[in-house]
């Protein structure tokens, strides 16, 4: 894939009510061409370099999961959930990135203690791969939400994907943001009482 370049968008003035000019006659009167500023080519464009464009992705990338989070634990008062914001940009497409909303553990049918965390990107892609977590990734803006289940290692001294749970790892995935905020409650709930009702939302 070719190298992505970036440029700033100019702020457009906000247009004033002006009357039309009728530009023959003036040639006629004075001689002269009248150029306003609006005759010209807009300024030329600014380029970005890939660290303004990582700064303004990131920026947004942790408004979203601010509201995200507070849509969480907006839900319920039994199921609250800790803030763990931090985002991560693509180094080669740098206006792509994903972002760490919460984390906690949850409790399954043939798995106990279960330590997972939710995430959200605004690309598309597939997830889970041993040498990459994500795979063909489109460069596109996309939308994304998803849970990993995780373990600690011991060796790198930090929380990798556990695929003895599933073999990517990957507890949902989803585009939809009203099924990843079903599927995040479901996993947060303590009691069976609070996952039907959760369940029958």
């Not at 100019?10 to 500023?37: M, N, Q, W, Y």
């Not at 977590?133 to 289940?149: H, S």
Request: hydrophobic share 40%; proline share 4%.
């Amino acid at each position: 894939m070719s190298k992505l370049r970036y440029y700033a968008a100019p702020k457009l003035p906000v247009a004033e009510a002006k009357p039309p000019k009728a530009i023959h006659s003036e040639f006629l009167r004075t001689g002269k061409i009248i150029r306003d500023e609006d005759d010209w080519v807009a300024d030329e464009k600014r380029y970005l370099s890939y660290e303004e464009v990582a700064e303004r992705t990131g920026r947004r990338l942790q408004a979203a999961a601010d509201t995200t989070h507070q849509r969480i634990n907006g839900v319920h008062k039994a199921i609250r959930f800790p803030k763990l914001l931090f985002h991560q940009t693509l180094s080669d497409i740098p206006h792509l990135g994903y972002c760490h909303v919460t984390a906690s553990r949850a409790n399954f049918a043939d798995y106990a203690d279960v330590k997972w965390a939710f995430y959200f990107a605004n690309f598309n892609a597939e997830i889970g791969g041993e040498e990459s977590f994500f795979k063909r990734i489109t460069p596109q803006y996309g939308r994304m939400y998803f849970a990993v289940a995780l373990k600690p290692d011991r060796v790198k001294r930090e929380m990798v994907v556990d695929r003895s749970i599933r073999e990517d790892g990957l507890l949902f995935r989803t585009s939809d943001p009203k099924v990843a905020l079903k599927n995040v409650l479901l996993l947060g709930a303590r009691t069976s009482a609070l996952r039907k009702i959760i369940a029958s939302m």
